[in-house]
């Protein structure tokens, strides 16, 4: 009763074939799921960035109401990219300025480099909201966050100092944002 083939024993690995074989499908798994893993990625960059930004508004009506004075929230987006900036005082600063927007000797200024992919547009008038420390009161106006792809998130600023997100009408859902 002998054997006629050998069986292979037991917990020696995988052939060369099976071996290719499941790097195959793994490396189709990788090509069909790429595209979709950045896509995400990037609208959660979207959320974290406007979120960010929304900090920085809430923190700026914060400071106004603590010390008593104006504060001010500078943005500018152009062709070149964007930047906001905070600053206290009753003057505006300019976030493209070094040194230029000021909290007690330090600089406050998100730029896009820190943003890749996240584009802004300006809804305020001069570009500039203010906080005012009477009442909490600040200028009313948005900012609109967005990705090539048409994902977009607006931080909103209501003349009471109220600071929301929304998405616009126009841009898919990406997170349960109430739409504006």
């Given at each position: 009763?002998?054997?006629?083939?050998?069986?292979?024993?037991?917990?020696?690995?995988?052939?060369?074939?099976?071996?290719?074989?499941?790097?195959?499908?793994?490396?189709?798994?990788?090509?069909?799921?790429?595209?979709?893993?950045?896509?995400?990625?990037?609208?959660?960059?979207?959320?974290?960035?406007?979120?960010?930004?929304?900090?920085?508004?809430?923190?700026?009506?914060?400071?106004?109401?603590?010390?008593?004075?104006?504060?001010?929230?500078?943005?500018?987006?152009?062709?070149?990219?964007?930047?906001?900036?905070?600053?206290?005082?009753?003057?505006?600063?300019?976030?493209?300025?070094?040194?230029?927007?000021?909290?007690?000797?330090?600089?406050?200024?998100?730029?896009?480099?820190?943003?890749?992919?996240?584009?802004?547009?300006?809804?305020?008038?001069?570009?500039?909201?203010?906080?005012?420390?009477?009442?909490?009161?600040?200028?009313?106006?948005?900012?609109?966050?967005?990705?090539a792809d048409g994902h977009a998130v607006r931080l909103v600023v209501h003349g009471v100092g109220r600071v929301r997100l929304c998405r616009p009408a126009d841009s898919p859902d990406h997170g349960g944002l109430a739409v504006c």
């Amino acid at each position: 009763m002998g054997r006629r083939g050998r069986s292979r024993p037991a917990g020696r690995g995988l052939t060369l074939i099976e071996l290719m074989v499941g790097l195959a499908v793994l490396a189709l798994l990788v090509a069909v799921g790429a595209p979709a893993w950045s896509g995400w990625a990037q609208r959660v960059r979207l959320r974290a960035t406007a979120e960010l930004l929304a900090a920085e508004l809430r923190h700026a009506q914060s400071e106004a109401a603590k010390r008593h004075l104006t504060f001010s929230v500078h943005a500018h987006a152009d062709a070149h990219g964007w930047c906001i900036g905070m600053h206290a005082g009753s003057e505006a600063c300019d976030c493209r300025q070094p040194q230029a927007c000021l909290v007690d000797g330090v600089e406050r200024v998100r730029r896009h480099a820190d943003h890749p992919g996240v584009l802004l547009t300006v809804g305020v008038s001069g570009g500039t909201f203010w906080f005012s420390p009477r009442r909490g009161t600040a200028t009313a106006g948005h900012l609109t966050l967005s990705l090539a792809d048409g994902h977009a998130v607006r931080l909103v600023v209501h003349g009471v100092g109220r600071v929301r997100l929304c998405r616009p009408a126009d841009s898919p859902d990406h997170g349960g944002l109430a739409v504006c």
